[in-house]
């Protein structure tokens, strides 16, 4: 079992709640409520994408994949 992440920390004691760099995972923020880590998370914002694991990466590849199989038959479909 892994331990616990580990709270936000300020100069002056634990943060407020808010969004805050996921201790484990870089490029992702993660919702501190003041007491703990929600499992709510979002991706940073300028990133180029998810990382393989996180469920939206899957989201995006195949979005984006549907996306080119659709231009190229609708090309080919108005070059005919």
């Not at 996306?67 to 108005?78: H, I």
């Amino acid at each position: 079992m892994s331990e616990p992440l580990a709270p936000p920390l300020t100069d002056d004691g634990l943060a407020e709640e808010g969004w805050y760099p996921d201790p484990e995972t870089p490029g992702i923020l993660r919702w501190w409520d003041g007491g703990s880590w929600s499992e709510t998370d979002s991706k940073v914002d300028g990133d180029d994408g998810y990382p393989a694991w996180h469920p939206e990466f899957h989201r995006q590849f195949i979005r984006s994949a549907l996306e080119t199989v659709f231009v190229k038959v609708a090309a080919r479909t108005w070059w005919r």
